[in-house]
């Protein structure tokens, strides 16, 4: 069976830059102006738009009927989202408002289905959860340097030292899983497979919305910190079971 991706790792450059905004528009969102989310929505949409208008024409029609497809299966899981969390939220509370952050939750969603689906269909589980480890581990990373600095510019005291330091300690221990799947992956994808899933498991006892009033802002950081590492895992063992029959 011929490679589709023709040997090709990296994406076009379109989906280079549109990545690049999308991870610079969420910082952007995270640290500078809420607002600035726009920018971000430029990177996830931008490009979609411009080819079904007919003025990008980077894909041949097999990532065009990937991409279709994940548009799909983004719809179903945003319209099934929306209407649960509607459910929820108004169940015995008629008129309740909905915030921000279950908005942000819902297309948190979409674009992790869309990018899992088009990204599985095109390149398979093993490349996949490569690029995709990197890319959110970078992003988790990036953060996690970010809020330090925030952090340290605020006081110079040996308890916030020692604060900072202890921050460091932690986001390496929440940054590592992904840099180090990406790097076993293709030397254990079965193994890998289900220590990702058990990472994942481990991050959503850890850091889920357990005891808390307001859900919306932990199930969003819950959504990018472990659903990566749950889809990641189930693909490369549905991968790994395939092969081995």
Known sequence: MADPTNGRVLPAPAGLIAGALF???????MFVNKGLLVVAGLGAFGPGILRELGWLND????????????GYHAWLVGGIAAVLILSVLQWGKPGAEISSEWIGLILGLMWLTWLFSALLT????????????LIFGSFWLVFG???IISEATQGGTSASLLTNLLGVFAGITIVGPFFLG????HRWPRATGGVLIAVAALFTWKFGPWGMDDWSTQLLTLTL?????????????????????
């Open 122 to 133: 095109y390149w398979g589980a093993r490349r996949t959860t490569t690029v995709v480890l």
């Open 145 to 147: 340097v970010a809020t």
């Open 23 to 29: 991870i610079v528009g969420i910082l952007l969102w």
């Open 225 to 245: 910190l472990a659903l990566p590492l749950f889809a990641c895992g189930i693909a490369l063992l549905r991968e790994a079971g395939s092969e081995g029959t």
């Open 59 to 70: 894909q041949d029609e097999f990532q065009r009927q990937a991409a279709h497809r994940a």
């Open 182 to 185: 990406a790097w076993a992956v």
